[in-house]
């Protein structure tokens, strides 16, 4: 309610509660009661303020902390760039439209784990959240698509199909920043834009089929079905791809030479 309230007067009011602190129009959800906590645990361990000192804006993008509209333009220039090459690399792509818009929301981290499932209250406390595969770790975006030692196989699997020995991304947002900056020509390029995308999109739905239908986990089998997914995805956008399925499932490293001279 008191959208004014300075960060000075809430450690003031150290030996009361968090309702003396923080007064809202509604009652809130559990997750916003949990994230509430732990605001008003970092206002208590912030540091004092300095009473000498009147509080004032800084700019962060200059260490002079002063405003500029050069700084502004820069800033807004050089993020606009680095977003818009992951833009196009997800919705420019061969992979059908339901791929890419999944893939976007994995990008921005906003598809439906268990943990979210449960923070916001579809699932019930006691409801297990950790992990399909590997049953010990929660449920997370970055955890089920890219970290879970299982996922990493799959990972490292096709990878290795496309002749590259790979160090774990970060998140999401660091793996498809990172398959941005991999330049090929045509057909080269449409097969590699896919590659990403179809094993996020490989791994969310054996995570699916094995939650809801009982799906046995098959690491050969969905490695296999990911590679076969990508050219097929090549070969329905792009009619000159000439090369089998089957040829380029099993020998890649031999059609990608027959094609590194295209223009």
């Not at 003396?20 to 509604?26: A, I, V």
């Not at 990972?155 to 002749?163: Q, T």
């Amino acid at each position: 309610m008191d959208k004014a309230i300075s960060v000075k007067l809430v450690p003031s009011r150290r030996n009361g509660t968090e309702d003396e602190n923080f007064k809202f129009r509604r009652y809130l959800f559990q997750w916003e009661e949990e994230e509430l906590g732990r605001l008003y645990e970092m206002l208590l361990n912030a540091p004092v303020l300095r009473e000498e000192m009147s509080d004032r804006l800084r700019w962060g993008t200059k260490t002079s902390g002063l405003f500029s509209i050069a700084s502004t333009y820069k800033w807004c220039k050089w993020s606009f760039v680095d977003n818009s090459r992951i833009v196009d690399f997800i919705w420019k792509n061969v992979s059908p439209p339901k791929v890419q818009f999944f893939s976007w929301l994995a990008w921005k981290e906003r598809i439906k784990t268990s943990s979210y499932s449960q923070r916001i209250r579809v699932l019930s406390d006691d409801i297990d959240i950790n992990c399909i595969f590997c049953k010990e770790v929660v449920e997370s975006v970055n955890h089920v698509l890219l970290f879970c030692p299982f996922t990493w196989k799959i990972w490292s699997r096709i990878l290795n199909w496309w002749g590259i020995q790979w160090v774990i991304s970060g998140s999401v947002n660091s793996l498809l920043n990172w398959c941005t900056g991999i330049k090929l020509k045509k057909q080269k390029n449409m097969i590699w834009r896919a590659l990403p995308l179809a094993v996020l999109w490989s791994i969310w739905k054996q995570k699916n089929d094995s939650i809801f239908n009982n799906v046995q986990v098959d690491l050969d089998g969905l490695c296999e079905s990911i590679k076969v997914r990508i050219v097929l995805w090549v070969k329905t956008s792009c009619p000159s791809f000439k090369s089998l399925v089957d040829d380029s499932v099993h020998n890649l490293q031999q059609v990608k030479f027959c094609i590194r001279g295209e223009t």
